[in-house]
C-alpha cells in the first residue's frame, strides 16, 4: 500500500494527514525513527517532571515511550481528528496522566511559558514543504507558537532531515533573539523502528530560549557523532548550516557506495571535532576488475605526510594505479593534513577504525580484518619551517617533508590550491662532500643577506642540480637547440625567464651554463623573497631579477625593437583554471603578445613555453595561434602530466633532424656536467626528446 503523497505540498494538508491514518488505522508511524534512535538525545534535555508539548504527534509510539520511560507530563496535538481519538481511546486508561488534544501547531490555546520542553518529529518538514511565501508563512507561524509557549531555559526538539530550505529557516530563526543553538546527527539516517529509509541523515535540532542580553556570544554548537567528544562551536549561521551540509553529503556518498561495487572514484573530508580543520581526506577507489576472494574485499591506504601530491596519491589516475596494484577490490586511500597531529599508523588506525567501515562495500565478511597499509610503513615526516602571506597570491607554507626512501624535500605552497607543489627544491646533509666549500660560502652569503630573518634549519643545503619537475627538464633539454649554448663562460647567451617560483630554473642554467647572463621575471615580490630565504637563491653579475608583470615586461622590451635574447622561457601559471588552461594565463599566448616575444628573441634563439591545457578545443586554438608566429614548433608531452613543453623557432628553416637532436642533447650533458658540481643522475637530457613531435 503506498501511503506517501504524490506531491510534496499534501504534507502540510490537514485533509491529507486525515486520510493517511484511516487507511494506516492503529499500527504506528514512525518516521525519522522511534524511541530506540532518538532516547539518547531525548533525555539529555527533557526531565521526568518537565511539562511537554508534541507537536504533529501522529500516531507515534513515540510519546507513548517517553511515558513508560518516566516523563508522563506529555501534552500531543495533531490536526488529524481521526489519529487523536484512536491515540486517546489507546492510552484512556493505560497512560491516564498523558492527554491527546485535537489542535492546530501554529494558533495552540496555551498560555505564554507553559512548557519546559516542545518536541517536534517530523511536523516543521511537513509543514515546510517548499520557499514559496505562504508556506514560509506558515513556518514562522508555527516556530513562533513554539517560542510563545516555552518557559526561559525551555527547549524545542525538532527533529528533521534538514533539507536546505528547513535548515536555513531554522537555523536563520533561532540564532538571534536570545536561543542557544546545538545540533545533533542520529547515529543512523534511519533505524530498525523506522518506516521510512532516507538516503539524509536524521538530526535533533535543539533550540535552548535564553534570556537576550547585549554582548552575549551567539552560541551555535554541532555535537560530535562520538558521545565522549566536545561539541564544535562555530563563529556564524553559515558555518553551522556548513557542516550539516557536509555530513548530508558524507551520507549521501556512503549511501551511494553501498549501493554500488564499481563506484567511480568519490572524495570526502573528515574534520578535527575540536577545531574544525580539515584532518583526513578520503578517496574511494573501486576496481570492479579484481576478483573478489575473502581477503581482498576492503583495504585502507595512509598516504605518508608530505606525499600526497605525488601522482600517484596526487592524481585520480595515480590512485586508480595504486588500487589496481594493492589488489583489493575497494581501496580507501587516506590523506593526512598539515597543521594537524598524528602520533603513529597505528593511532590512525584506532582513530579511523569506526568511520572507515562505514564506507566498506557490501558483501564484507563479519569479523573481516581490514588492513591498513602506507607506503615505507609509517606517517612520513612534514616540518613546516615557514608560514606567510603573499598579497597577490595568499596564504602559503614552506615545508620540509621526507619523501620516498631518506629523501628530503623544501616545498612551497599556496594554500589556496593545497594539492599542488610550487617549486620543490632536494635538500642534502650539510656533510655532502661536493661543492662543500661553495656551498659554505654561499649559505654565510645569504645569511649576510638575510639579516635578522629566519633561516632556514642548518642540517640540511639545497642541492641546486635537482630539478623537481620533468618540464623543467624538458625546458632545460632545449637549450640544445641552439648553437651555441652557453657551456663555457666565453659563449655567452642570454636567457630570459618569466616565472621565478623558488628559483630552481633560473638557478640551474646559471650553475651549468657558464656563459649564460639569466634574467628572470617574477610578479610576485613575496615569491622572490621566499626563493632567496628558503631555497638557495642568490644574486650576482650573472643573475637578476625584474619585479614587474612579465607581460608588461616584454612588450617594453619589444618597444625598443631589439631581439636582444638567445632563449625565452615562459614557466608561469594562471589564477584562472576556468577556461580549461592552468599554464600560462590566456594573455600569455594572444597573437599580438606572441608577436613582441618574437621581436625580443634572436633569429638563431629559441622560446619554450610550458603548456599546461585540459580543453582540447582551446588547447587547439592556441596551437594555431603560435604556429602563426614561431613556423617551426618541437612538442614534447610530459609523461604522466597534462603539461607539453614547446620549443618554438622563429626561423622555419631551422628544423632538425629528432635523432641529430636527441645526439645534441647528449654531448651538452657530457659538457655541463662537471666534476665539482652535483648532478642529479635521474636527469637524462636526451631522454627528454624521446617522444618529441615536430609541427
Known sequence: ??????????????????????RRGERAFEWYGGYLELCAVLHKYIKPKDKVLVVGCGNSELSERLYDAGCQNLTNIDVSEVVIRQMNERNASRRPNMTYQLMDATKTTFADSHFQAVLDKGTLDAILTDTEAGTLETATKLLTEIGRVLQCGGRYMCVSLAQAHVLEKLVTQFSQGGWMVRIHQLSEGSGKESDSQFPLPVFVFVMTKVKEMPGFPQVLEMMPDDEGGKSLRCGSPSELMDMVKERQRYALIRNRLNQSQSSPEVSLEL??????KTRYTFYVVDTPTIRISHTNY??????PQGRETEWLFGSETGRKQLATSVGFRRLLIVALHRDQEYESLEAIQAELSTKVLELAP???????KILFLSAGGDIGTRTVQYRGKSELSGEYVVEDVRG??????RRLIFLCNQNVVQSEARLLPVNTQIGQKKRRKEKKKQQQKANDKVEPETAHVIDKSYLCCEHHK????????????????DQSISVLVVGLGGGSLSLFIHDYFLGAQVEAVEIDPAVLDIASRWFGFCLDDRLKVHLADGLAHINELAKKGKASYNVVMFDVDSKDTSLGMSCPPSAFVEKKFLQNVHKILEDHGVFILNLV???PVLKGKVMDTIHEVFPLIYVQKIEDEVNEIL?????SGQKRDLSDLRQSARSLEKQIKRPDMLWDETFVLADMFKSVQII
Open 1 to 22: 500500500m503506498n501511503l506517501l503523497p504524490r506531491s510534496s505540498k499534501e504534507f502540510s494538508s490537514s485533509e491529507y494527514w486525515e486520510q493517511f491514518f484511516r
Open 271 to 276: 574534520c578535527d571535532g575540536i577545531s574544525g
Open 298 to 303: 576492503f583495504s585502507i591506504f595512509i598516504i
Open 362 to 368: 557490501q558483501g564484507l565478511p563479519d569479523n573481516q
Open 404 to 409: 620516498d626512501g631518506t629523501s628530503y624535500f
Open 474 to 489: 624538458a625546458m632545460i633539454s632545449g637549450l640544445s637547440l641552439l648553437r651555441n649554448p652557453g657551456v663555457t663562460e
Open 613 to 615: 591545457c585540459r580543453n
Open 647 to 651: 620549443f618554438c623557432r622563429p626561423v
